[in-house]
C-alpha cells in the first residue's frame, strides 16, 4: 500500500533568492564622472544670442566664460558701422539711428530700416570721419564693427548639429577688428580654407591703450568632409538672407516697457 507524501518541514522548503536589481556599470566611478562631465557641458553649452564683451569679460547672456575665451567657428561675418545720436546709456538699450551691414567695406551704404540715415554712402559721411566723435577724441561718431556669427566648437563632431546648432552673434570692438582680419587673411593664405574651416579660439585679454581687445587664435582645422559641406551651406545660405534689422526706437521703447530689455 502506498504511503500518502509528507508535507516538506520548513528546513525542507527550497528558498528562491529575489533577482538582483544592481546595474553593472562598465569601468569605475571616476571614468563614469569624467563622461557624464563630458556629456552634460556640451549638452549645456550655449547656443543662440549674443556674445558680451563688457568691462573686458567675454560672456553670453549672463554667463561668463571661463577664462574669457571660447572655442568655435567663425561661420560667416559682415562689416557693421553703427551711429548712436544719444549719449550711451549701460542701463537702457538703444537702436542706432543710423547703420549700415555689407560685405565690402567701401560699399557700405545706410540700410532701408536706419532712421535717420546720415549720408548716402558711409565712406562720405561726416560722422564716418577721424575726429568726428567730438570732445577732444580723434575717434569717429560713427562705430565701425564685424558683425560675426559663431557656432561652439562642438559642432564639428556631428553633421547634424553643424546644420542645425543656432549661431551666436556677436559685435566686434573697433579695436579688435585688426585682429580679426589677421586671422582671416592667415586663415586664407597659411590654409587655404575659409574662417569656417578651423576652430578658433576667441578671447578677451587687457590691453595698454584700449582696455582689452579681442583675440583670435586658430586652434584646429577642420578635415572632415561632411562637416564642411554642412557649414559651406550654412554660410552660403546666410549670404543670402537680408541683411540683419535693428528694431526701431518705438519698437525698443516697448520692449523695454514691457520688461523684454
Not at 568691462?55 to 554667463?63: K, P, W
Not at 560667416?76 to 548712436?84: A, E, I, P, R, T
Not at 545706410?110 to 577732444?136: I, K, L, R, V
Not at 578651423?198 to 591703450?209: A, G, R
Request: glycine share 6%.
Amino acid at each position: 500500500m502506498a504511503t500518502k507524501p509528507t508535507a516538506p518541514t520548513a528546513t525542507e522548503v527550497a528558498v528562491v533568492p529575489p533577482k538582483s536589481t544592481a546595474v553593472a556599470m562598465p569601468g569605475n566611478w571616476r571614468d563614469r564622472m569624467k563622461s557624464v562631465t563630458v556629456k552634460v557641458a556640451e549638452a549645456e553649452k550655449p547656443t543662440g544670442g549674443f556674445i558680451s564683451f563688457k568691462a573686458g569679460r567675454l560672456s553670453i547672456g549672463d554667463q561668463l566664460m571661463k577664462d574669457d575665451k571660447i572655442e568655435v567657428v567663425v561661420i560667416d561675418y559682415l562689416v557693421h558701422n553703427k551711429y548712436f545720436d544719444i549719449p550711451y546709456n549701460a542701463n537702457k538699450a538703444s537702436s542706432p539711428a543710423c547703420y549700415a551691414f555689407g560685405r565690402v567695406e567701401e560699399d557700405l551704404e545706410p540700410e532701408e530700416g536706419a532712421e535717420d540715415p546720415q549720408a548716402d554712402m558711409c565712406a562720405e559721411c561726416p560722422q564716418n570721419e577721424w575726429g568726428s566723435a567730438g570732445g577732444g577724441s580723434k575717434g569717429k561718431a560713427c562705430t565701425n564693427s564685424r558683425r560675426l556669427w559663431l557656432l561652439p566648437a562642438g559642432v564639428i563632431t556631428d553633421p547634424g548639429k553643424a546644420a542645425r546648432t543656432d549661431a551666436l552673434q556677436c559685435d566686434l570692438p573697433a579695436t579688435s577688428i585688426k585682429n580679426f582680419s589677421k586671422f582671416v587673411m592667415d586663415t586664407a593664405q597659411d590654409l587655404g580654407v575659409p574662417p569656417f574651416g578651423v576652430v578658433v579660439e576667441m578671447s578677451v585679454k587687457p590691453h595698454p591703450t584700449s582696455l582689452f581687445q579681442v583675440h583670435f587664435k586658430p586652434m584646429e582645422q577642420i578635415k572632415d568632409e561632411a562637416i564642411l559641406e554642412q557649414l559651406a551651406l550654412r554660410q552660403y545660405k546666410m549670404e543670402q538672407d537680408p541683411h540683419p534689422v535693428y528694431p526701431t526706437r518705438e519698437e525698443m521703447a516697448e520692449r523695454q516697457s514691457s520688461g523684454k530689455y
